[in-house]
């Protein structure tokens, strides 16, 4: 199995270039929000609850996976992705009180945002790492999710 350090230098190899790396810090997040917020508007077979009235949807069992796979990977990692899950999920119930529905608020971020990241690896002039390995698509979040921990000096 490939350590967390693998995963993010294989993922850096294509994310060199200024511009695209600044892309991504833009829509990496987009794409996360908008697709916990198309999730969250897919109907689930059972009508349960969580804290507050908040219903456990696609966008929970989504969030479930993603600790389960990063929990393979780096603890820290893990700790730190369940903070942005967090911060995802206000960000769905915020956009959720606006007046369009929120399916159509997250495809109008999830298209544009996926768009910029093609750009992005144009510029870049490299193929998207998870047109290699699928699983690269939950690397990028952890690739931004490193370089914070080493702003803060957090080790991995």
């Given at each position: 199995?490939?350590?967390?350090?693998?995963?993010?230098?294989?993922?850096?190899?294509?994310?060199?270039?200024?511009?695209?790396?600044?892309?991504?810090?833009?829509?990496?997040?987009?794409?996360?929000?908008?697709?916990?917020?198309?999730?969250?508007?897919?109907?689930?077979?059972?009508?349960?609850?969580?804290?507050?009235?908040?219903?456990?949807?696609?966008?929970?069992?989504?969030?479930?996976?993603?600790?389960?796979?990063?929990?393979?990977?780096?603890?820290?990692?893990?700790?730190?992705?369940?903070?942005?899950?967090?911060?995802?999920?206000?960000?769905?119930?915020?956009?959720?009180?606006?007046?369009?529905?929120?399916?159509?608020?997250?495809?109008?971020?999830?298209?544009?945002?996926?768009?910029?990241?093609?750009?992005?690896?144009?510029?870049?002039?490299?193929?998207?790492?998870?047109?290699?390995d699928i699983q690269f698509l939950l690397i990028g979040p952890a690739?931004?999710?490193?370089?914070?921990?080493?702003?803060?000096?957090?080790?991995?």
């Amino acid at each position: 199995m490939r350590s967390i350090h693998d995963w993010l230098n294989e993922y850096g190899e294509s994310h060199q270039n200024p511009i695209n790396k600044m892309i991504h810090w833009i829509c990496v997040p987009l794409i996360m929000l908008s697709l916990m917020g198309l999730l969250w508007t897919i109907p689930t077979p059972l009508n349960l609850t969580l804290i507050s009235g908040v219903p456990l949807n696609w966008t929970f069992l989504f969030i479930v996976f993603c600790i389960i796979f990063y929990s393979r990977l780096s603890i820290k990692i893990t700790l730190g992705m369940v903070c942005i899950g967090i911060l995802l999920v206000l960000g769905v119930l915020w956009l959720d009180t606006f007046k369009m529905a929120l399916w159509k608020i997250s495809a109008l971020i999830f298209f544009p945002a996926w768009l910029g990241q093609f750009i992005g690896h144009v510029i870049e002039g490299k193929r998207p790492s998870f047109s290699k390995d699928i699983q690269f698509l939950l690397i990028g979040p952890a690739w931004l999710m490193s370089f914070i921990f080493s702003k803060l000096k957090v080790k991995l």
